[in-house]
């Protein structure tokens, strides 16, 4: 069983950066691939950015592409989620997830992860 928390969110104003932590816990990741999603009141979960755990492939939701990298410690069995330039349209509750299914198109799917984070509120101020 893999169990995930994240850490890290909060208040901060536009132009400002953050950075999420999700730690698993549980077995050892080999070809899994970690996601980042974000879901705002009322609306639907929303692709932000995986990456692939063996060789750190990376995608990202055109939203978010040039202002927030995903990354990973292999050690640590933590990825992270740093986030720069916010804007107010960022403000979301944020998700990590994972899924054991090798790297394919499906990474933008929600529904294709097997594991979730309790999430963490992320709140952009003008």
């Known amino acids: 069983q893999v169990q995930l928390a994240e850490s890290g969110g909060g208040l901060v104003s536009a132009g400002d950066s953050l950075r999420l932590s999700c730690a698993a816990s549980?077995?050892?990741?080999?070809?899994?691939?970690m996601g980042w999603f974000r879901q705002a009141p009322g609306k639907e979960r929303e692709f932000v950015a995986a990456i692939r755990w063996n060789d750190v492939g990376t995608i990202y939701a055109d939203s978010v592409k040039g202002r927030f990298t995903i990354s990973r410690d292999y050690a640590k069995k933590t990825w992270y989620l740093q986030m720069s330039s916010l804007k107010p349209e960022d403000t979301s509750t944020y998700y990590c997830a994972a899924s054991p299914r090798p790297w394919g198109p499906w990474v933008r799917g929600a529904d294709e992860y097997t594991y979730w984070g309790q999430g963490t509120q992320v709140t952009v101020s003008s």
């Open positions: 549980g077995r050892t990741f080999s070809g899994d691939v």
